[in-house]
């Protein structure tokens, strides 16, 4: 079993900027893929980006240049940096682990955290 939380959301103006935190407990997040994903009401959950356990990073186009996930494994903690961030970012954001690679879809993430709300003003 894994268990996460998420930290850092909050209210910020369009252009502003925050760091989410997934905090893990229960097992290393040593052999796990992190993934980080957000929701809106009535939307489906929409892939943010991942970090494989060796540190390779991969986004989605839409936050591609302006979002970074970094891994900090000796503390078992996965960061979401989120600059210049725009009105359309606002969302529930989670994270989530899987063993193995990296995937964009959220059916292949075994384990979520609660999620942290991200609202972002014009």
């Known amino acids: 079993q894994v268990q996460l939380v998420e930290s850092g959301g909050g209210l910020v103006q369009a252009g502003g900027s925050l760091r989410l935190s997934c905090a893990g407990s229960?097992?290393?997040?040593?052999?796990?893929?992190v993934g980080w994903f957000r929701q809106t009401p009535g939307k489906e959950r929409d892939f943010v980006g991942s970090?494989?356990?060796?540190?390779?990073?991969y986004y989605a186009d839409s936050v591609k240049d302006r979002f970074t996930i970094s891994r900090d494994s000796t503390k078992n903690t996965v960061f979401l940096q989120m600059n210049s961030l725009k009105p359309e970012d606002t969302a529930v954001y989670y994270c989530?682990?899987?063993?193995?690679?990296?995937?964009?879809?959220?059916?292949?993430?075994?384990?979520w955290g609660q999620g942290t709300q991200v609202t972002v003003s014009s």
């Open positions: 229960g097992r290393t997040f040593g052999v796990y893929a």
């Open positions: 970090i494989s356990w060796a540190g390779s990073t």
């Open positions: 989530a682990v899987r063993p193995g690679g990296v995937r964009s879809n959220p059916s292949d993430y075994a384990y």
